[in-house]
Nanobody, 121 residues
Framework: VQLQASGGGSVQAGGSLKLSCTAS????????IGWFRQSPGQEREGVSC????????YYADFVKARFTISRNNAENTLYLQMNSLKPEDTATYYC???????????????WGQGTQVTVSS
């Protein structure tokens, strides 16, 4: 059972990145999926999450209207489109799968290894 996150990188403020998270060893269809991020010395915080059917989505206030979460169950993949990036978005981004749509990290069962996003001013 594995979640593999990718798509991170270094961009200038105002730029865009699209993160992907692919599952192997299990099917994402039955799980809610979340994106979290963590900066050095900071707690892991919820960025966005989406229900297993895709009909329920939550966004943290600090990414609303800039980030879009989506999923392709046929490809067993989750995405996070990040636009208008700001230096404060710099963090390691993690994807996670859980039984319920939640912004609380401890409610997720499976975690990806993280992908680094760095936004320069």
């Amino acid at each position: 059972v594995q979640l593999q996150a990718s798509g991170g990188g270094s961009v200038q403020a105002g730029g865009s990145l699209k993160l992907s998270c692919t599952a192997s060893g299990f099917t994402l269809d039955y799980y809610a999926i979340g994106w979290f991020r963590q900066s050095p010395g900071q707690e892991r915080e919820g960025v966005s999450c989406i229900s297993n059917g895709g009909d329920i989505q939550y966004y943290a206030d600090f990414v609303k209207a800039r980030f879009t979460i989506s999923r392709n169950n046929a490809e067993n993949t989750l995405y996070l489109q990040m636009n208008s990036l700001k230096p404060e978005d710099t963090a390691t981004y993690y994807c996670a799968a859980g039984a319920s749509t939640s912004r609380i990290a401890r409610r997720y069962i499976y975690w990806g290894q993280g992908t680094q996003v760095t936004v320069s001013s």
